[in-house]
C-alpha cells in the first residue's frame, strides 16, 4: 500500500537519476527534476515530473532533494551556482547526494548544507539503471540517524537494501570499496578468458561456467548474458556504466587510497589497462566490452 506521496526533487537526470525519477513517479510521489542538459528532461516530462527552471527553484519546491551526479565539479556547480541548489531558502530541508565522491567531498557539502538551516545524507547506491528502474538498489548511508530516518520511505522506495553505515563520509567510503574488486574483476575476467582460448565452448556457456563458480561474482549473475554477447562480436546497449565512469570510479579509490596512506597496486594497475581502452576509443562503452576489448588487444 502507498504511503503519503513526498515531494521530491532529482537534479541530475543521467542514466542513474533519470531511472530513479521514473521510479518515484511510479510509486506516485510529487517528483520535480532538473538537468543541465535539459533534453534529459523530456521523457520524464511526458510521465509526470515537473521540470523546475533552476536547481535553486527544484529545492525550494521540494522537502527532499536528491542529487545523483558525475563528480565532486558537478556537485559544486549544483549545489554551489548562482542559482544553485543552495542559493535560495531551505531551511528545514532534506538533501540526500547518491553521487559516487570521496568522503571529504560529502563532509564538505554536509557543512554548507548545515550552514543553511537544512540537512544531509548520503546514499551512494550499489546497482545499476534496471535495478534503479525497480527499486532494488543497495544504498550506503552515511547521516545522523534521525535524517535517515525521516528519508528512509523514499530510501525504500529505491533500494532493496539499507544499510546506514555511520556518519557523513562513511557511506562514501563503504561505496568506494565495494566497487574496488568489481572494477578490477573486469579486466581479471578478460585475463581469465584468454587462458580459454584453446577450449572450444560457446562463449554464453563459458560465461555461465563462470557465474556459477568462485571464478564469477554476483555480477555475472546478471550481466553474464551481455558479456557473452559481446565475445561474439555484439555491442551491448543501451549503455549503463560506461568505461569512463569506471575510470572516475578507480580514480577516486585511488586519491582515497592515497589520502589514507594505502598503497592499492591492483587497483592503480586496472585504472592503466582502463585508459588504454579509452585510449582505443571504448571510454563510453559499456563495462560489459572490457573483457572482449581485452582479448582482441591482448592478441596482438
Ligand atoms: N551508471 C551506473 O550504473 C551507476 C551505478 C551506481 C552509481 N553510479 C554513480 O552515479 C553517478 C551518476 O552516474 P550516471 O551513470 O547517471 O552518469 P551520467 O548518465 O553521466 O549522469 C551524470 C549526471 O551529472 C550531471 N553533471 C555532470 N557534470 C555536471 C556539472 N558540472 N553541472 C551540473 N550537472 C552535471 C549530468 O548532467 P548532463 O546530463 O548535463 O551531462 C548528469 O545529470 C556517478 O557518480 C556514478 O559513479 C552510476
Redesign the pocket.
Known amino acids: 500500500m502507498m504511503e503519503e506521496p513526498l515531494k521530491i526533487a532529482i ?8 531511472a530513479m525519477a521514473e521510479r518515484l513517479l511510479a510509486r506516485a510521489h510529487e517528483v520535480t527534476v532538473w ?3 535539459p533534453q ?1 528532461t523530456k521523457a520524464l516530462a511526458a510521465s509526470g515530473a515537473r521540470v523546475a527552471a533552476t536547481p535553486r527553484d527544484a529545492a525550494t519546491g521540494a522537502d527532499f532533494i536528491i542529487t ?4 565532486a ?2 556537485i ?3 549545489y554551489r ?1 548562482a542559482d544553485g541548489l543552495l542559493a535560495g531558502e531551505v531551511r528545514g530541508k532534506l538533501f540526500i547526494d ?4 570521496r568522503p571529504h567531498v560529502e563532509k564538505a557539502l554536509s557543512a554548507s548544507v548545515t550552514a543553511k538551516g537544512a540537512a544531509l545524507i548520503e546514499c ?6 534496471g535495478p ?1 528502474r525497480e527499486g532494488k ?1 543497495f544504498g550506503f548511508v552515511g547521516g545522523e540517524a534521525s535524517d535517515v530516518e525521516r528519508a528512509r520511505p523514499l530510501l525504500n522506495d529505491l533500494c532493496r537494501r539499507v544499510e546506514h553505515v555511520g556518519p557523513v563520509g562513511a557511506g562514501a567510503s563503504m ?1 568506494l570499496a565495494i566497487n574496488l574488486p568489481l572494477l578490477v574483476y573486469y579486466q581479471a575476467l578478460g585475463e581469465a578468458l584468454s587462458l580459454c582460448r584453446t577450449i572450444d565452448v560457446d562463449p554464453a556457456r563459458l560465461i555461465d561456467i563462470f557465474s556459477d563458480t568462485s571464478g564469477g561474482p554476483n555480477m555475472l549473475k546478471v550481466r553474464g548474458p551481455a558479456i557473452a554477447a559481446t565475445l561474439q562480436g555484439k555491442e551491448t546497449t543501451p549503455v ?3 568505461v569512463n ?1 569506471m575510470r ?2 578507480l580514480r577516486t579509490m585511488l586519491e582515497e587510497a592515497s589520502a589514507l596512506g594505502v598503497n592499492m597496486p591492483l587497483t592503480a594497475q586496472a585504472l592503466e589497462r582502463y585508459d588504454d581502452a579509452a585510449r582505443d576509443g571504448i571510454g563510453a562503452s559499456d563495462a560489459t566490452m572490457l573483457p572482449a576489448y581485452w582479448l582482441r588487444r591482448g592478441s596482438i
Not at 547518491?98 to 565522491?101: L, R
Open positions: 537534479a541530475g537526470t543521467g542514466r542513474m537519476g533519470a538537468n543541465r542538459t534529459k545523483m551526479l558525475t563528480d565539479a558537478a559544486e556547480a549544483m551556482g547518491m553521487s559516487t565522491v551512494p547506491v550499489g546497482g545499476t539503471v534503479a538498489l561505496k549503463t556504466f560506461d565512469l572516475k570510479d
